[in-house]
């Protein structure tokens, strides 16, 4: 099993659409979570760090699930601009590395 | 603010030859990242430093590959001899400390033919 799961996708849907990807982590004991975004040749750069409790920016939401090893992110009214592949980072108990997921691509339609 | 700077954006070589890729971390980070980025593997650690060090290295394919870091603000990554299955997106990444997000480079595309 992989350490870090994501559905590769692509998620093709309509502008103003609400879109969720999930990510599982393998290790219980991982510590900090993120999201990234990567577009097409591009670098990834950071979208958003992932808390317990859960957080929002803007029309983006990420949420912890600790006991189902995952964690999601939401996007709402998603825009063209929005198309891109979208990597979960979670960083191991023990370390200050980063284990990637594949990523999901999502494209929005017009 | 200068983010993290590499070089060369894009090299193409022979297989056999020896490949250096550079790396300038964001100023004031005490962490640097190695990654190589394929279609087939993703995104893969190679090798991190913690304040010049070498930390954790089990990233590294082969002895072919090495890395060094002689000061805060400069790293290389050196494959010798390079191979056609080396070609990938070399990505640098910096963090400040610990737990706080890292910040990539434009990285490197590096084909070997």
């Known amino acids: 099993r992989k350490e870090v799961e994501q559905d590769p996708g692509p998620f093709n849907v309509p502008e103003g659409a609400t879109v969720a990807f999930n990510c599982t982590y393998s290790?219980?004991?991982?510590?900090?979570f993120f999201w990234y975004r990567q577009d097409c040749r591009k670098e990834p750069k950071l979208l958003m760090s992932v808390y317990s409790s859960g957080n929002e920016d803007g029309r983006f939401t990420a949420q912890l699930n600790r006991a189902s090893q995952y964690i999601s992110l939401l996007i709402r009214d998603s825009k063209l601009s929005d198309s891109a592949t979208y990597l979960c980072?979670?960083?191991?108990?023990?370390?200050?590395?980063?284990?990637f997921g594949t990523g999901t691509r999502l494209k929005v339609l017009a | 603010d200068a983010g993290v700077i590499q070089s060369p954006r894009h090299e193409v070589t022979e297989m056999g030859q020896e490949v250096t890729l550079r790396c300038k971390p964001i100023s004031g980070h005490d962490y640097l990242f190695w990654y190589r980025q394929t279609m087939m593997r993703g995104l893969e650690l190679l090798i991190y430093f913690n304040n010049n060090v070498p930390i954790d290295d089990s990233g590294m394919p082969e002895d072919r590959f090495s890395a060094k870091m002689p000061n805060a603000s400069f790293s290389t990554l050196k494959i010798q001899p390079s191979e056609p299955r080396d070609s990938a997106v070399y990505f640098c990444a910096s963090r400040l400390r610990e737990n706080q997000p890292q910040h990539f480079g434009d990285g490197t595309r590096l084909s070997i033919l």
């Open positions: 290790n219980s004991a991982s510590q900090s």
């Open positions: 980072v979670v960083t191991p108990s023990g370390t200050y590395k980063y284990i």
